[in-house]
């Protein structure tokens, strides 16, 4: 239809709309054209592609009315409805992100030098900088909430009957404590007991005095073997573990030495992150093997100890402080305070810059309203941080930075975000390009088409209206 | 104690009275044992038990129950022998009661007859009772604040960690608030008993293996070092026809009214029951009556767990004149001892007790009497359920239930959980005898299931039969399973029996808070298979789709915004002309150019005029 419609007529012209119009048509092109047509068809120019420029010879015909409306009309269901509608079920939904505020958010960590030290109204507060990195890594992560739990491990219940009241103790020396941390996180403390672990510990005998020894490397195979009986904790929270080992009769008393073969006083080791491990010895003559023995946990020794490894993995002392009873709770609380806020708050940030560069390089990543909104609390709770913080605001500071870090947290862990994750962009046009394809090209092309036949009959118009003043 | 010869009694219950006493049995020991020193309440408490029934088809019964108790507190802090796992999901998600069965394969009543506390269906099942949210009492915990959804949401999810089984599965879609059947078993309060408070909800197709029992184990004040619990090898359990691990917590009074319990006097008790049918002896082995534990579990005990209070193994040697009764026992029982209420017998084997070891280790070995015939001792009750209908259109489930009690007449309550894929007729269900009380609530798609409960009394030595007819119904095509082929798991039906004469009391449990006695039996899980689409169509019928549109569309297209006008003879060249002509213009082109190249004349601007038209 279209190869007729090109080389047709464009003088005057017939529409014909009727079946039986048709029919003539396919008749008059097989038969004697001329004879059949009406004789009010005047000739035509044989050459189509004379440009219209040339004025009174083939003056260019618009299509009748309704067949451009038709045209239009597709063309404008295409592009208004077709268009839109695919675009918005193949893109993924992306609310808008603060991209350019998390750039540019900076670290404390970036900015040190500034905050070393800090003059309050009465003291100086001096932030302890770790000079190294590993030193860092003694402190607990950011975090809003500690599990700890104190775990009494008898291998050998069979031979030794071990009871302890640590509760009380813990209410007695940590609780009080815990009460004034909790500015940094919400802990909760529960204990429990363990027995018959077999650790497989090869105990060592010092050569000199003859003493029953055990190395850092054997103790912590206690670690390896109790770990799996701790239980799975219900919750998310970090969980502290610090383990009291009563070793078997036969491997009392048992003292802990260090690298150098030196004894370690509090017979206790503590590991990064996870807790700290004491060897409980019994003291007094060596036990007679066949009995079983009624063994009752000095626990405030223990608690004491714990106490001293506690504030290290939260950063209260440094490892060359030795004891807890060396640790100035004014001065180096609020110190600790601004530590944490300042791990919080880098943690935070860069969490964000993580999230905003994933999802700067895969744009598949659905960002759903519930994450946006996490996003966009934890930047203003970084600058509100911030802001407290230079108002020397500190406690101020470090609620906010746990609310920086736990919505962050959240944005980054929200389980939508893998959704889409493996959706790959070819696809979102495959699936669509057997409807597509077929459906638009004709639509495409007879926009153009009229489009085309438009300007050049405007065009020719316009040459004539500027002809005629001239004739 | 020397076999004797007592008098021969056709006891249908003859198992089932055995172990539901020893369950009573241990209760009442442990109550009378603590009763005298009430400071000692605060101490966590553990008990060990295994009863070794031999059945009538030569099979093994054998059933490990750990108990461990803790005074019951609204905090579990500090914890000694009770699991503190168990304890912080009980606190977690303010439980009042847990019920936890994963079981690999089908408990068969029909031969094995009726055995304690081993009713456990197909796969996983677990219900709840949560604490109401009320501050007043002494137990309640901040979490009774959530909704009992989001609590059942998260406990399913904290069991599925604890126990490495797929419990995460269980959705609202999949569990239902029970109207009659699974009341509390321990103290109940004004107020805790309440459907809106308890959630149940099985996952018949959950394999059941190591991987669940290890952590089960784990959970044990002794683990699997030392005690009973050294028996249990995963190998020996999970190749046994029937394996069934449980964990149930439930408070419980220390003294044994249950109506009134001081606050003080409450305890938290998980009891763990391992629970497993084995045939003794190899294929090639035609001795199956002898039977000894280190053949069985080929582990030999060296002692009792040192924590236990009470370490014990029972022997079932049946009724009197039970053939059983003259088993042959090595070695000697410590002490045998009959239930008051039918003279029950019991070896039993107390391993806290040095004098019962025969020597460094200890190893029990049984001979049962040949003369037992199987299928001699048949259950009160038995059931059966089954798919029935053909075709991807329409089916069925139909449930038999048989009384072989030839005097009395059972009162049954019948609790029936159906997918909502399935699209129940409720009016098709029809029983031959009145129901007496019955709750339906249909399913909601992708929300909630059906739920029937009914209850009806089967006459004394009859059947019944019943049917429900459903239309299978197309899943959205994300629905399916990976292989969906395999069919759909429908849960199995849950019958529980309330039995009414204090004879047939005596042979089964005393469920707390019910003033009867009644037993729970699970008929079969099924399999239905739905119409399945092939699922390698999706992107045929994509693309089909799409070529039909587009043929359609593109006719119409032209048809509305085209015309058929005639055009002239002359220009309606064929199309190899035309090529011809742009052809032959292109050379007369190249030939100008060139003659203009040789020959910078005017004369070429005529050529280049005509040679198009040519």
């Not at chain 1, 309704?66 to 404008?76: E, I």
């Not at chain 1, 540019?104 to 003059?119: C, I, M, P, V, Y």
């Not at chain 1, 909790?182 to 105990?203: C, E, G, H, K, W």
């Not at chain 1, 626990?299 to 009873?325: C, N, P, R, W």
Request: net charge neutral; charged share 20%.
């Amino acid at each position: 239809m279209t190869s007729i419609r090109k080389r047709e007529i464009k003088g005057g012209r017939r529409r014909r709309d009727s079946a039986e119009d048709g029919q003539d048509v396919a008749r008059s092109n097989d038969e004697h054209e001329a004879e059949v047509l009406p004789s009010a068809v005047p000739s035509v120019e044989q050459r189509t592609t004379s440009p219209p420029s040339i004025p009174d010879s083939k003056p260019p015909v618009l299509p009748d009315f309704w067949d451009s409306f038709n045209t239009l009309y597709y063309f404008g269901v295409f592009l208004l409805i077709g268009v839109p509608i695919w675009w918005v079920t193949t893109t993924t939904t992306y609310s808008s992100l603060p991209h350019s505020q998390i750039a540019a958010l900076s670290t404390f960590a970036q900015e040190k030098g500034l905050l070393r030290s800090h003059q309050l109204q009465d003291r100086t507060v001096t932030v302890v900088e770790p000079a190294q990195k590993w030193k860092t890594f003694w402190n607990l992560p950011p975090l809003t909430a500690v599990d700890i739990v104190f775990t009494l491990v008898n291998p050998s219940p069979e031979k030794l009957k071990v009871t302890w009241n640590i509760e009380e103790s813990l209410t007695k020396h940590l609780d009080p404590v815990l009460s004034r941390f909790l500015p940094i996180a919400n802990f909760t403390v529960s204990s429990q007991v363990v027995r018959y672990i077999d650790a497989q510990m090869a105990v060592g005998s010092d050569s000199e005095t003859g003493k029953k020894t055990l190395t850092f490397r054997e103790a912590a195979k206690i670690i390896n073997s109790v770990e799996s009986r701790l239980g799975a904790s219900s919750s998310d929270k970090h969980v502290l573990n610090f383990i009291v080992y009563v070793p078997p009769p036969e491997q009392q008393p048992t003292t802990l030495v260090d690298a150098d073969g030196a004894a370690v006083p509090t017979n206790a080791f503590i590991t990064p992150r996870w807790g700290g491990v004491m060897l409980y010895t019994l003291h007094g003559a060596a036990l007679p093997p066949s009995e079983r023995h009624l063994v009752e946990i000095d626990v405030d020794s223990v608690t004491k100890v714990f106490l001293t490894q506690f504030f290290m993995h939260i950063g209260l002392i440094d490892t060359e402080q030795k004891y807890a009873a060396n640790v100035d709770f004014e001065k180096d609380l609020d110190a600790l305070l601004i530590k944490r806020m300042q791990l919080n708050v880098d943690d935070s940030i860069s969490t964000l810059k993580s999230l905003s560069n994933l999802l700067g390089q895969m744009g598949n990543i659905a960002i759903n309203g519930a994450v946006g909104r996490n996003i966009y609390e934890a930047v203003d709770a970084i600058k509100a941080s911030k802001k407290s913080f230079a108002a020397k605001d500190f406690p101020g500071a470090l609620a906010h930075s746990r609310r920086a870090w736990e919505k962050s947290e959240k944005a980054f862990y929200d389980p939508s975000l893998l959704e889409q994750l493996y959706f790959p962009e070819d696809q979102k046009f495959a699936i669509y390009v057997p409807l597509f394809l077929p459906a638009c090209l004709p639509v495409v092309t007879s926009g153009v088409k009229w489009s085309m036949t438009f300007l050049k009959w405007r065009k020719f118009n316009q040459a004539q209206n500027t002809k005629q003043p001239l004739e | 104690m020397e076999p004797s010869n007592f008098r021969r009694k056709n006891v249908g219950l003859r198992l089932l009275a055995i172990l539901m006493c020893c369950g009573r049995w241990t209760e009442c020991a442990a109550s009378s044992g603590d009763s005298s020193s009430v400071q000692h309440l605060l101490a966590d408490s553990f008990r060990e038990e295994l009863l070794i029934t031999p059945l009538d088809t030569e099979h093994l019964h054998l059933q490990f129950k750990f108990t461990i108790t803790t005074p019951r507190r609204a905090h579990y802090g500090h914890v000694d022998l009770f699991p503190k796992s168990v304890a912080d999901v009980m606190e977690k998600h303010a439980l009042e009661e847990l019920h936890l069965v994963l079981t690999q394969g089908l408990y068969r009543h029909r031969q094995w007859g009726y055995a304690a506390e081993a009713w456990a269906p197909t796969g996983a099942q677990v219900y709840a009772w949560f604490s109401p949210d009320d501050t007043s009492t002494p137990f309640s915990s901040a979490a009774s604040q959530h909704s009992v959804d989001q609590r059942w949401k998260g406990l399913t999810n904290s069991l599925a960690g604890l126990f490495c089984a797929t419990l995460n599965d269980v959705t609202n879609a999949k569990s239902i608030s029970p109207v009659w059947q699974f009341r509390p078993q321990g103290l109940t309060r004004a107020g805790s008993v309440n459907n809106s408070l308890v959630r149940y909800s099985t996952l018949p197709r959950e394999n059941v293996c190591t991987e669940n029992l290890t952590p089960w184990k784990k959970l044990l004040p002794c683990g699997e070092q030392s005690g009973l619990a050294r028996l249990l090898n995963a190998i020996k359990l999970l190749s046994s026809h029937y394996f069934s691990l449980a964990l149930n917590v439930r408070p419980v009074c220390n003294n044994d009214n249950r109506k009134s319990c001081a606050v003080e006097e409450q305890l938290l008790q998980a009891t763990f029951t391992a629970t497993a049918v084995i045939q003794p002896g190899s294929v090639q082995d035609f001795n199956k009556l002898h039977w000894s534990l280190k053949d069985i579990f080929e582990v030999e005990l060296e002692r009792g767990c040192p924590l236990a209070d009470q370490s014990l193994i029972y022997v079932d040697q049946g009724l009197p004149g039970s053939p059983m009764q003259e088993m042959a026992l090595q070695p000697f029982p410590s002490f045998t001892m009959a239930l008051p209420e039918n003279n029950h017998r019991l070896a039993v084997y107390d391993l806290a007790n040095s004098t019962t070891f025969n020597g460094p280790k200890f190893t029990l070995s049984g001979k049962s009497p040949s003369t037992v015939q199987p299928g001699l001792h048949e259950p009160l009750l038995t059931t059966h359920r089954f798919v029935a209908g053909y075709g991807q259109h329409k089916g069925a489930i139909k449930c038999r239930l048989e009384n072989h009690d030839p005097t009395s007449a059972l009162r049954v309550q019948y609790l029936e959980v159906l997918p909502w894929f399935l699209r129940v007729y409720l009016h098709t269900l029809r029983l031959s005898v009145p129901i007496l009380r019955s709750h339906f609530r249909p399913a909601r798609d992708r929300i909630a299931p059906h739920h029937i409960e009914l209850l009806f009394d089967i006459p004394s030595a009859s059947s019944i039969e019943f049917a429900v007819e459903f239309d299978l119904t197309l899943l959205k095509w994300t629905e399916y399973p990976p292989d969906a082929h395999r069919g759909f798991d429908v849960p199995p039906a849950v019958v529980a029996v309330m039995l009414k004469s204090p004879e047939q009391c005596s042979h089964v449990t005393m469920m707390p808070g019910f003033d009867s006695c009644f037993l729970r039996l699970y008929t079969e899980a099924l399999l239905v298979n739905l119409p399945t689409p092939d699922f390698s169509m999706p992107y045929n019928v994509i693309c089909m789709t799409c070529t039909v549109l587009a043929l359609a569309f593109g006719p119409i297209h032209a048809y509305t915004s085209k015309s058929l006008v005639v055009g002239e003879k002359e220009s309606a060249q064929r199309p190899l002309v035309k090529l011809k002509n742009k052809v032959k213009a292109l050379i007369a082109k190249w030939k100008a150019r060139r003659t203009r190249v040789a020959v910078p004349d005017s004369t070429s601007s005529a050529e280049q005029d005509s040679s198009p038209t040519s």
